[in-house]
C-alpha cells in the first residue's frame, strides 16, 4: 500500500469524529444527522449562519477540524430549540452547538472579537467573583469592551436606558462598589475550584 494510499484511509477513518465525541457535549450524536436541513429551515436566523448545524456535522465527519472550530457559526445559537423539536431523528442539536463553541473556546481557537464569546466571557468573570452578576459592572464591561472612547459612547447612548433601571430599582449606582453576592461564599469558591481542577484533567483532550 503506497503511502498516499495509507494517509487517504487515516484521513477517511476521521479522527476529528472521534475528538468531537470524546470532548464535545452530546457529540456522539454528529454522525446519526441525515442531512436533511430541517434544523437550518428552523432557526430564526438561519440565513445568518455560516455554516448551518447539519453542515457543520458534515464537516465535522469529513475531518474539517480547523473549519469548524474557527466558524462562529456554533455562537450564533439563541437555544430557541426550534432544531430539537423538529429534527425527524431528535438530536440534541442546541446542545452540541454550545459544546463546540466551549470546546473551540476551551482551545482558545474559537474566532476573536465574535459578540457572544465575548458577552459570554464578561458575563462568566463578573459571575465568578461572588457568585452573582453585578448587572452595573458587567453592564459598564460590555459598554467599555471596544475601547474607552467607544464606551462613553455606548454609555451616553444607554444613559435614558440606565436612568430608566435606577428609577424603577432595577440598577443600584452603589453596585459599582461590590454589589451582592451568594451567602456562602466559601463554598461557591470551593465549587468553582472544582470544576476548574475537572477542566484541568480534561487538558489532555482526546484526540
Request: with cysteine; hydrophobic share 40%.
Amino acid at each position: 500500500m503506497t503511502t498516499a494510499n495509507q494517509t487517504a484511509i487515516a484521513k477517511y477513518k476521521n479522527s476529528f469524529l472521534k475528538e468531537v465525541e470524546a470532548n464535545v457535549e452530546e457529540g456522539h450524536w454528529v454522525r446519526m444527522c441525515m442531512q436533511c436541513g430541517v434544523c437550518a429551515g428552523s432557526c430564526p436566523l438561519g440565513n445568518a449562519w455560516a455554516h448551518p448545524p447539519q453542515e457543520l456535522f458534515m464537516m465535522i465527519r469529513a475531518g474539517k477540524r480547523e473549519e469548524v472550530l474557527a466558524s462562529d457559526s456554533m455562537w450564533m445559537c439563541t437555544s430557541c430549540y426550534n432544531c430539537i423539536v423538529r429534527c425527524p431523528r431528535k438530536l440534541p442539536i442546541t446542545h452540541i452547538m454550545h459544546g463546540l463553541a466551549n470546546y473551540a473556546h476551551r482551545l482558545g481557537i474559537a474566532p476573536k472579537g465574535q459578540p457572544t464569546r465575548e458577552t459570554a466571557t464578561l458575563f462568566w468573570n463578573n459571575l465568578i467573583k461572588k457568585g452573582r452578576v453585578n448587572e452595573l459592572t458587567f453592564s459598564l464591561a460590555l459598554y467599555f469592551k471596544d475601547g474607552f472612547v467607544q464606551g462613553i459612547k455606548n454609555a451616553l447612548n444607554m444613559q435614558a436606558v440606565g436612568l430608566g433601571l435606577v428609577k424603577a430599582r432595577r440598577l443600584n449606582p452603589m453596585e459599582i462598589l461590590g454589589g451582592h453576592g451568594v451567602k456562602d461564599q466559601a463554598g461557591f469558591k470551593a465549587m468553582i475550584e472544582k470544576a476548574r481542577q475537572i477542566e484541568d484533567r480534561k487538558k489532555g483532550f482526546a484526540k
